[in-house]
Structures are given as C-alpha cells and as structure tokens.
C-alpha cells in the first residue's frame, strides 16, 4: 500500500518543480527543474495513478504537454505545434541533432502557441490552449482532438484577448456526471457543456443585471452579464452546480452551474485578482487572493498580503494574514497559482511571481513559506495520494 503523501506540483517560466511534503506536510524538499526548462503554465496529477501531467510551451519551443509515470524521476513529451526551434533546426542540420529534432509533422501545425491549461476527468486528460481551443485526449495524452463544438460556438468570431492574449485557462468538471464540463477563456467567458463536448453555452448572465449599471470595461460590461475576462473558476463539492469565480473585476457565485451569477465582492478589499480556492467538503468555505488592482501594480493593498477567507458562500469575508509578509509585499499571485488538498483541516497553497510557496495546513488561519527562490510561478497544483 502506498503511503499518504503530499506534493505541490508547480509549474513556472523555467520548468516543473516538485515541493514533496511526506505524509505530514513538513520537512518539504524540492526537486527541479523537469521538462527540458520549458515554460510550464499547468502541472496536474492524478491522485490514484500518480500520473503527473505538465502543459505550456512557447514562441520558440511550440506547444506541448510532458508525462511522468514514476513521480518525476523521468518524463516523455508529446509536443502539438512548432515553434522557432523547428526553424532552426529545418536549415541546420547539427542544431536539428543537438535537439533531436525530426521533421515529423506536427497534429495542431502552428495554430496554437502554448497549452495553457490541464484536467484530468473520468478517463479523459483535457488541455486548453493559447490561442484558446479545447483539447482531449483518451490515451493519457499520447494524443489530443480538438473539441469542434466549442470551436465551433457561434460567438467565436467575437471573443477578444485579454492582457495575456485569448486563453482557455481554467477546466472544471463535475465529480459524477462525465458529460459536465466548464471551461473559462479570457476575453470570452464562462463556457459549459452537459453533453461530454457535444454542443457549449455561453453561460455570464448576471441574476441581477441592473448591478452592472455603470461598468464600462469588458471585465464589468454593462449588458447584464458578469465580465468575460474570468481569471479563475471552481466548482464547489455537493450538488446545484455550485460554482465561484474570481474575475477581472469580483468575486462571483453561481447556484446553478453558472446560468447566473451573483456579485459577492462587498467585504473584500478590491474587486481585482486572480485566483480562487474552495474548501474540498464545505462547499460555503473560500479562499482568494485579491490584489490592488488592474492599473495599480497588481499587487496585495497596501503591500501587505492576505488571503481573505468566507465561511458563509461569499457573504463576509475575513483577511487571513498571520506568517504572511505585512511590508514591503509587492508580489503577484496568478490565475493558477492557488490550490489545496484533501485533507482535515484542508491544506492551502499558493505561489508568488517573485518565487515562493506559502502553505496554511489550518485552513488559512496560519500561513508558513514552504519553498523560495524558484523562477516565476504560474501556477500550483496539490498531488494528494491516499
């Protein structure tokens, strides 16, 4: 049998690195970096295998997802568009052998630049992607489709890019029902399908939509929908399709699987952040991270971090501040770089641009820096095995 354990998997501008914390969360020690120094946007694991997926890429190495069936120890690539490399390697032959580079065609040629997201559900291994598209595999990411209805919805011709460019970044399905899934794309969204890919809605509306009133910027537009530049999105543990997210401009929950929102941002302090966490088992209990705003530095108020944590689905918010930096913070927390584990009390984590993991194992009460020094995070994932 194998033993309880626990590792953050991060994905950052130079590769994956890998913070295992054992069965009791402590002495964390850290392994890296893996997948060539890739860019690595998404790094997820799949808790009864112990499968460890990375996707990310960019302008000079294509896009690509990497797979580790041994805990990182070892890792194979399945690359899906070109890049420069490619290039290069085409008109000189001793780069193309340093690289081992072939000129085997590639599945997706160069219609997209970088995977930017991964979700591993009911036997399929989904991957968005920059440009945004949706992709999924059946074999364990050997090989991906394209999912056409998406592709295909007839507000496509209309998405724009956000600051980072058009990307499907944040995959979410449910627990029990295999053909639920919801994707978020900035500038385009909150996506969802109940028919395993088959056919999407489009799914901002506002409950209220005079609360829009005002709003002149896409991320708070003011035709009664929630902003299209959703930065991240999670579903919440039992039934009614309970899902929360964090956009370019509030914290947002849905009863209904996202066919309307609700604004719950009173009590924060701004409406701009990234990411979004909630609890495994209490589908009331939240966590964000907001920053000062858009055009202010993109960094915690005041320089002083907090996550702010609700027990009450989003109705009041508490600033949760003990071992975080209180001066001098100006650090950004990303879409992705924010995740949790299963266990009681649940554990949280996030990661810094500036290179550092913070863990709470008291469900934010307390925070401590488990790991430093790393390049950019883009984003943290937990590998919790039973």
């Not at 690509?64 to 490619?86: F, P």
């Not at 000189?92 to 065609?105: H, I, K, L, N, Q």
């Amino acid at each position: 049998m194998t033993e309880r354990s626990v590792t953050v998997l991060i994905g950052t501008t130079k590769g994956v690195f890998l913070l295992q914390g054992g069965e009791d969360r402590a002495g964390w020690k850290i392994t890296g970096p893996h997948c060539g120094g890739w860019p690595i946007n998404h790094v997820i694991g799949d808790p009864e295998t112990g499968t460890i997926w990375a996707g990310g890429g960019g302008e000079f190495t294509g896009a690509g997802v990497w797979k580790s069936e041994d805990g990182g120890e070892s890792w194979t690539k399945t690359r899906l568009t070109k890049g420069m490399m490619d290039d290069w390697a085409a008109g000189d032959p001793g780069f193309a052998e340093m690289v081992g580079w072939t000129d085997e065609p590639l599945p997706f040629g160069d219609s997209f630049q970088q995977v930017w997201s991964l979700h591993h559900a009911h036997g399929k291994l989904y991957a968005g992607t920059k440009p945004a598209k949706l992709l999924a595999s059946t074999d364990n990411g050997d090989s991906f489709d394209e999912v056409e209805a998406l592709a295909g919805h007839p507000s496509a011709k209309d998405w724009s890019p956000g600051a980072a460019g058009l990307v499907l970044h944040t995959l979410v399905s449910h627990p029990d029902e295999p053909g639920k899934l919801w994707v978020g794309i900035s500038a385009a969204g909150v996506f969802a399908t109940e028919d395993g890919g088959d056919s999407f809605e489009r799914r901002n509306r506002l409950s209220n939509a005079e609360a829009c009133e005002g709003h002149h910027h896409p991320a708070g537009p003011s035709d009664g929908e929630v902003g299209h530049c959703v930065h991240n999105m999670m579903r919440a543990p039992g039934g009614g399709d309970v899902l929360y997210q964090q956009n370019h401009h509030g914290v947002w929950r849905s009863s209904d699987g996202g066919r309307s929102w609700d604004d719950v941002t009173e009590g924060l302090p701004s409406t701009f952040g990234f990411p979004i966490r909630v609890h495994p088992r209490d589908p009331q209990t939240v966590w964000t991270l907001p920053l000062n705003g858009d055009m202010a530095g993109r960094f915690p108020p005041d320089a002083a971090c907090a996550v702010w944590r609700s027990r009450d689905g989003g109705e009041s918010w508490q600033a949760c501040r003990e071992g975080l930096p209180q001066e001098g913070c100006f650090f950004t927390v990303l879409r992705q770089a924010m995740a949790g584990d299963r266990r009681d009390p649940a554990g949280v984590y996030f990661g810094t641009n500036s290179g550092s993991v913070f863990a709470s194992l008291d469900e934010g009460d307390s925070w401590t820096e488990i790991g430093r020094h790393m390049p950019t995070i883009l984003s943290v994932e937990v590998l919790d095995r039973a």
